[in-house]
């Protein structure tokens, strides 16, 4: 049997995660360790859930406003590869794992189109959750499919060699060896964005594709957000200039031209991004627009 880990990162949405623990224990098939990475979040440590997977907490020390996104699911991957972990599968706090996502992703790694790739499952959007919480048996009818990301049939594995920048991190999983092979998240990116489009280049780098997975599915779960994501503007503008420093290209475009929009960036004459002279927490404010469906980083803002 192939030894699994599932690796989360954490900070804050305690709901969120002890709702992915128990669908977890809800699944198919278990997984060997479910291993949470806190990010400046020590009361997680404290954590004693009554059921199993029992979580294996370790913390890293963060300034709240820039997590270490990348930093931290490095930790837990080398965490779980000191432990003999042979598929490393992450997973998004607010996602929740359909009961066949471990399954999936494990009969996905052990084919020829899926054992050297980068394995994703689809993921689908959950709206606010009932006065009783999200009845697990129920999630499949009541999540909206993200409209522009592959979602084979269930059983199905789709090779694609071209699919890098749809790559997202809400829900993946590769073997060891292609983990290695791919050398982790650049830990350089700080806070939020880009680093998960980073590792789809540097798995095409690599020679390592994408595989699309049916039947690993994850739900996620609402929370709100903006759209754009204004309160993330200084690491979007950060970390977009890192990524450009390495690629030559410029991720997160939707948002990077919104910003544009909304007169908080302005493009230079050789084509990047900058501040405009009004940074004002009012001019910032006054951007805010709500959104019912959180978008990442790797999706259509590429």
């Not at 350089?188 to 690993?216: L, N, S």
């Not at 997160?252 to 493009?267: I, K, P, Q, T």
Request: glycine share 8%.
């Amino acid at each position: 049997m192939t030894r699994t880990a599932l690796i989360t990162v954490a900070h804050g949405r305690h709901d969120h995660l002890r709702r992915q623990q128990e669908a977890l224990g809800a699944g198919t098939v278990p997984v060997d360790s479910y291993r949470v990475v806190a990010m400046d979040d020590p009361s997680l440590s404290r954590w004693r859930p009554t059921a199993a997977p029992f979580p294996l907490v370790e913390t890293v020390e963060a300034d709240a406003a820039a997590l270490p996104l990348a930093t931290a699911r490095n930790r837990g991957a080398a965490s779980a590869l000191r432990e003999g972990a042979e598929l490393l599968i992450f997973l998004d706090v607010d996602c929740l794992p359909e009961g066949r996502l471990v399954e999936s992703y494990v009969r996905a790694a052990r084919e020829p189109r899926g054992r050297d790739a980068v394995l994703s499952g689809p993921v689908a959007y959950l709206p606010p959750p009932p006065a009783g919480g999200y009845d697990l048996g129920r999630l499949a009818a009541m999540a909206d499919p993200h409209p522009a990301r592959p979602a084979p049939p269930r059983g199905t594995v789709v090779r694609d060699d071209d699919g890098h920048t749809l790559f997202w991190s809400l829900s993946f999983a590769v073997t060891a060896e292609t983990w290695q092979r791919i050398g982790g998240f650049d830990e350089r990116y700080r806070g939020y964005g880009a680093e998960d489009t980073d590792f789809g280049q540097r798995a095409r780098a690599a020679g390592v594709p994408i595989a699309w997975v049916g039947g690993a599915r994850a739900f996620h779960q609402h929370h709100p957000t903006s759209d754009p994501p204004v309160q993330h503007l200084e690491d979007i503008l950060r970390n977009a200039r890192q990524f450009h420093r390495i690629w030559g290209w410029w991720p997160m475009r939707g948002w990077l031209d919104a910003f544009v929009e909304r007169g908080l960036l302005e493009r230079t004459d050789d084509g990047a991004y900058r501040r405009t002279v009004d940074q004002s927490a009012g001019s910032v404010a006054k951007s805010m627009s709500s959104s019912t469906r959180p978008r990442k980083a790797g999706s259509r803002s590429v």
